[in-house]
Each structure stands twice: as structure tokens, then as C-alpha cells.
């Protein structure tokens, strides 16, 4: 599978973005999706994950309450809706996918990466 993330920007300290993750392919219903960032300096980290169905979610401490992770299948598209920015929400975000039906937490278990967009809040 190929994934395409896009809908990164600069915005201000409070604003919303959401940004997608497209995907090839016609078996997307079967993978497990992430979304990583990647602030400079610093290692990639996870943000938020969902099953193939997306029946459940998984958010990091630091996004939990202002991020939503969701997904249409029919769409072969996964979303990061990210409200209440901060400065320390910049970063590339990633996506990724792995084969599998549970959730899926570091870098190494996913598989398929897309190419990232960048995402940057100004004070």
C-alpha cells in the first residue's frame, strides 16, 4: 500500500488543521493506521493510532482531548483532526500502516510510510 498524507500548514497558537492520509490499493479495511511526528531534534513519536475498522483509537498524552483520529474506509483515507494547536505541536507528521487488526504503537511495527507534512503553529 502507498500512502499520500497531505492538509499540513503553518497556522497560530489555538487554530485547527486536519490533515489526511490517502492510500492505494483496495484492501485498506485491513490495515492498521498511526499517525507519528517528528519535531526537528527530536526522535519520531507516536500521536494517535486506529484499528482497520476503526472501532478504536489510541491517542498520546500530549494530543488526547484535542486530536481525533478517524477513518473512511470507503474512501481508502485516514484523517488527524487537530483542534487547540500549540507551538509544540510542530512537527512532520507522518502516517503509516501495517497489516493487522489491533492497535499499533512505535515506529517499528508499522510497515508503510507516508511522506509526511509539515505542520508548524506560531505563538
Known amino acids: 500500500v502507498q500512502l499520500q498524507a497531505s492538509g499540513g500548514g503553518l497556522v497560530q497558537t489555538g487554530d485547527s488543521l486536519r490533515l489526511s492520509c490517502a492510500a492505494s490499493g483496495r484492501t485498506f479495511s485491513r490495515y492498521a493506521v498511526g499517525w507519528f511526528r517528528q519535531a526537528p531534534g527530536k526522535e519520531r513519536d507516536i500521536v494517535a493510532c486506529?484499528?482497520?475498522?476503526?472501532?478504536?483509537?489510541y491517542y498520546s498524552d500530549s494530543v488526547k482531548g484535542r486530536f481525533t483520529i478517524s477513518r473512511d474506509n470507503a474512501k481508502n483515507t485516514t484523517y488527524l483532526q487537530m483542534n487547540s494547536l500549540k507551538p509544540e505541536d510542530t512537527a512532520v507528521y507522518y502516517c503509516?500502516?501495517?497489516?493487522?487488526?489491533?492497535?499499533?504503537?512505535?515506529?517499528?511495527?508499522?510497515?508503510?510510510w507516508g511522506q509526511g507534512t509539515q505542520v508548524t503553529v506560531s505563538s
Open positions: 503509516a500502516a501495517r497489516l493487522g487488526g489491533d492497535l499499533y504503537y512505535t515506529i517499528t511495527s508499522y510497515d508503510y
Open positions: 486506529i484499528t482497520r475498522g476503526g472501532g478504536t483509537t
